[in-house]
T-cell receptor, first 117, second 113 residues
Framework: DVKVTQSSRYLVKRTGEKVFLECVQD?????MFWYRQDPGLGLRLIYF???????EKGDIPEGYSVSREKKERFSLILESASTNQTSMYLC????????????????FGPGTRLTVL | GENVEQHPSTLSVQEGDSAVIKCTYS??????FPWYKQELGKGPQLIID?????GEKKDQRIAVTLNKTAKHFSLHITETQPEDSAVYFC????????????FGDGTTLTVKP
């Protein structure tokens, strides 16, 4: 089974802190994604990566950055956390071969619920 | 870019009834339409998908229909059970751009025993 793990289920940080959210997948997937989930707003894409050291902005990248130093790991960084970044953060991955075949099922981690005080 | 609208935002049914969730998309290049189920405390998980060269797909109590002309697709759950209670997301993808998908806002389905 594909497994996507996220470093924390719950995280509480203070305004202005630098926050790191880690995501690791164990199925050699090329593509990885970070979303935030807020009630009534669905899943909004923050950043995605299609290869090591490659990244692209999603729909709401402001206030976030990412790092992909290894294929299996994709990190989301909040440079200076703010209260409006309180949310559920979901990481996902998908295999390039599946994308090319027209089936880009995304495999999600369990999420990290971040509270910024 | 792609825009996906999903309705209704909440849906409550009696056990045994059917549930239907509808989505529309804007980009005619979209060709892959997955549906995800998110149970409490978990990440979304794929339950069924359909490609643009197919009009309907069924898997036991779950079916998905696609109307490319009208740019809408629907999820049908028959004989609902309490364990079907969850948040359901539709999505659309063009199969390019690293497999990026655009998601609907989600439907919270409650199945009452």
């Amino acid at each position: 089974d594909v497994k996507v793990t996220q470093s924390s289920r719950y995280l509480v940080k203070r305004t202005g802190e630098k926050v790191f959210l880690e995501c690791v997948q164990d199925m050699d997937h090329e593509n990885m994604f970070w979303y935030r989930q807020d009630p009534g707003l669905g899943l909004r894409l923050i950043y995605f990566s299609y290869d090591v050291k490659m990244k692209e902005k999603g729909d709401i990248p402001e206030g976030y950055s990412v790092s992909r130093e290894k294929k299996e790991r994709f990190s989301l960084i909040l440079e200076s956390a703010s209260t409006n970044q309180t949310s559920m953060y979901l990481c996902a991955s998908t295999k390039l071969g599946s994308v090319l075949a027209g089936y880009n099922e995304q495999f999600f981690g369990p999420g990290t619920r971040l509270t910024v005080l | 870019g792609e825009n996906v609208e999903q309705h209704p935002s909440t849906l409550s049914v009696q056990e045994g009834d059917s549930a239907v969730i509808k989505c529309t998309y804007s980009d005619s290049a979209s060709n892959y339409f997955p549906w995800y189920k998110q149970e409490l405390g978990k990440g979304p998980q794929l339950i069924i998908d359909i490609r643009s060269n197919v009009g309907e797909k069924k898997d036991q109590r779950i079916a998905v229909t696609l109307n490319k002309t009208a740019k809408h697709f629907s999820l049908h759950i028959t004989e609902t059970q309490p364990e079907d209670s969850a948040v359901y997301f539709c999505a659309a993808s063009t199969g390019t751009n690293a497999g990026k998908s655009t998601f609907g806002d989600g439907t919270t389905l409650t199945v009452k025993p």
